[in-house]
Every structure is written in structure tokens, then in C-alpha cells.
């Protein structure tokens, strides 16, 4: 969908960028403004261990550390998924912000143009590769071969292609629903104005959350077969 004004199309720097781009840079610098307002909070602190009293940016970014954590171990194992929680902790949060962004008036939603999801699934194909070479080295390739060596012809081409597929599942599977989303939601608020479209934006906060999730729930699996596939070798 294209946008007769977007609000970082006023923003010196992001202004010269494409829509989806500037939008997404706007995302990953909120984010990481948030982590440092975060940390500054947990060094002024007397006691880290202690929580603040009201809510704040620490806080907040504490609990959804806990929780993000529970579920990473939940799916990987409790003495793996600490190390992987960092990297799908963020990769959710921006999938998420950059979703949600896309029901504000003004911002045209990252996650509705190709090249984003598609970006965004490549990093989760080279960062869970990335983790099977870690953890096992050149040992990682064998369970590309199967788990005996007479299927090495059938197992090889097999694996090589349900991997190169996942980066294109994954941005294909994000795109088409964040793009039919907003879609749905401008269309009805072009027609009825009032009332009918708070009810899509409530399915549309709703979408944005699942999606996020499952992009973020499968890369995590993919990190988990790896790891599996190198303890069995």
C-alpha cells in the first residue's frame, strides 16, 4: 500500500529513505533507545536485584525479558536457551513494533513490503546456521546427510532444499498477512469511518501479535532441530 504522507517523510536523514525503510530504522532506533533508558535505570539503581516501585522503561523491559526467556527454554531446553533468547527477545520486539506501527495513521508498516520480511527471514537462516556451526563446527553439515549413509542421495538434496526454503516461508507467510491485514482495516475505515473499523484495529492488534509470534516461534525451532541434529552425530 502506498501513502500520501507518512510522518518520517518530515524526519531530516530518515526522509530520504524509502517508506518501509525509514520506518523500520525508526523502529530499531525506539527500541534501542528504550534498552538504554533501560540500563541507565538498572545502574542508577541501589540494587539491581530490586525492582522500581512504579512502573518504568526497566521494568517493563524486565518482564518481558522473564517471560521471553520461559519461552525460549520451553522450546530449546533449559540449559540452552538462554544463549538464543537475546537475539529472538529482539527479533520479536521489532516484528512486533514495526506490525502495530502499521495501524497508526501516517506510518506505513514495514512488515507490508517484501524486501523487510524477506530481509528479516534471511537473518533468521543465517543466525540459526550460525548457531549449528558454533556448537558443533564443520560437524554441523551431517545432519544434512541423514541418519545413515546409503540416504545420503535422497537425504542431502532434501535437507539443502527445506532449508534455502525457510528465509522465503518465513518473509512469504509475514508479508502476505501483515499486507492483507492492513488492507482489510484501511478499506473498512475508507468506508465506514466510525465504529465497524475499532473492531478491525482490535483483530488487526491481534494479527500483528500472532504473527510476530510465529515468525519468532519457528525460527526458534529452526535453532532447536539444529542443536538436535548435533547432539545425535
Request: proline content about 5%; charged content about 10%.
Amino acid at each position: 500500500m502506498e501513502h500520501a504522507f507518512t510522518w518520517v517523510s518530515i524526519i531530516p536523514g530518515l526522509s530520504a529513505l524509502p517508506d518501509h525503510t525509514a520506518t523500520a530504522t525508526l523502529v530499531a532506533l525506539a527500541l534501542i533507545a528504550w534498552a538504554l533508558v533501560a540500563l541507565k535505570q538498572m545502574r542508577a539503581a541501589a540494587d539491581p536485584v530490586v525492582p522500581d516501585a512504579t512502573l518504568t522503561a526497566r521494568n517493563l523491559l524486565e518482564i518481558y525479558v522473564e517471560l521471553f526467556t520461559d519461552l525460549v527454554e520451553g522450546v530449546i531446553g533449559h540449559n540452552q536457551g538462554r544463549k538464543y533468547m537475546h537475539m529472538y527477545a529482539a527479533l520479536f520486539l521489532f516484528i512486533l513494533a514495526a506490525n502495530l506501527l502499521g495501524l497508526v495513521p501516517g506510518f506505513a508498516p514495514p512488515t507490508n513490503n517484501f524486501n523487510i520480511t524477506f530481509a528479516l527471514g534471511v537473518v533468521s537462516f543465517v543466525v540459526y546456521n550460525y548457531y549449528g556451526f558454533a556448537a558443533k563446527g564443520p560437524g554441523y553439515l551431517k545432519h544434512f546427510l541423514g541418519p545413515f549413509w546409503w540416504l545420503v542421495f535422497l537425504m542431502l538434496p532434501l535437507e539443502l532444499v527445506d532449508n534455502f526454503v525457510r528465509p522465503f516461508s518465513l518473509s512469504l507467510r509475514l508479508f502476505g498477512n501483515m499486507t492483507g491485514d492492513h488492507l482489510v482495516l484501511e478499506i473498512f475505515t475508507d468506508l465506514t469511518k466510525m465504529i465497524i473499523p475499532v473492531v478491525f484495529y482490535l483483530l488487526g492488534i491481534l494479527v500483528c501479535v500472532i504473527q510476530a509470534f510465529v515468525f519468532t516461534l519457528l525460527s526458534i525451532i529452526y535453532v532447536q532441530l539444529a542443536v538436535a541434529h548435533h547432539e545425535e552425530y
